[in-house]
């Protein structure tokens, strides 16, 4: 399998393979290349509808441009721990980040929840976002401050009152039950449109499926969460005097 960066003409086959419709698995394999490159290479420069082989080769220049530039002046990012591979934990950190992208989420939104997801200390402060990921407090603060809003992250304050952003279990659990409560307001909207256009009526009946399958699939989301909080926080039982071994 080659490895080092795509060339051009590798970049040119991946914009004929997305044209023809191909996976990027298939790409990837007629490439001899890992998918989660070629997914990378292509949520990076635009996502599949808008890949364009020659700009997305001259954006990775540009990219190792800047960065060569910005090695000797800026800090350099946090080692990873001994024993892990540094090259294989960056490409799994970027493929991650391309798969959250395909999901829908903004390219720094993205990185910023990959970074905090696979971090040890399990929280970062802003300073630590734009040290490990090279970019301006600017971007950190406006990729924080939404997926706040989205209910994927938590701020914390340290003993040393910096705000530190947390994405663990609970973030997700709250992030389903915000999730349910919109499945709500569109059941809920969706059954004003049965009353306005009359029961029985063609579109009354569809907006009515509508809104008992969203109504389902909430209440399954509440029900699944709260199951899934109740075990995984908690403690496991000490064996009793009977169940140890003699």
């Known amino acids: 399998m080659p490895g080092g960066r795509l060339t051009q003409q590798e970049r040119q086959q991946i914009a004929l393979g997305l044209a023809d419709g191909l996976a990027y698995a298939e790409i990837a394999r007629r490439l001899e290349r890992p998918t989660s490159t070629i997914t990378r290479e292509v949520m990076r420069n635009g996502g599949p509808t808008a890949y364009r082989a020659d700009l997305a080769h001259r954006a990775t220049e540009r ?5 060569r530039q910005a090695a000797p002046r800026g800090a350099e990012a946090p080692p990873h721990v001994q024993g892990r591979d540094a090259e294989a934990v960056r490409e799994y950190e970027e493929a991650f980040t391309a798969l959250l ?3 829908g989420l903004p390219r720094m939104m993205s990185r910023v929840l990959v970074c905090l997801y696979t971090s ?4 970062l402060t ?3 976002l734009v040290q490990r990921l090279q970019v301006s407090p600017a971007s950190i603060s406006k990729a924080t401050t939404l997926l706040e809003g989205m209910d994927l992250i938590r701020r914390e304050r ?3 009152r910096r705000d530190r952003y947390v994405a663990d279990g609970d973030v997700w659990y ?4 915000a999730a349910a409560r919109s499945h709500a307001q569109l059941a809920e909207t969706a059954r004003q449109g049965v009353t306005l256009l009359g029961s029985g009526t063609p579109a009354a009946v569809r907006l009515e499926n509508i809104a008992r399958f ?3 699939v909430g209440e399954s989301m509440l029900r699944a969460a709260d199951q899934a909080r109740e075990v995984l926080h908690a403690k496991p039982e000490p064996p009793s005097a009977d169940s140890q071994p003699s």
């Open 101 to 103: 992208m395909q999901q």
């Open 174 to 177: 709250q992030g389903m039950v």
């Open 158 to 160: 340290d003993e040393r």
């Open 126 to 128: 802003a300073s630590e």
């Open 120 to 123: 040890d200390a399990g929280s």
């Open 214 to 216: 969203v109504d389902f």
């Open 63 to 67: 990219r190792a441009h800047r960065r």
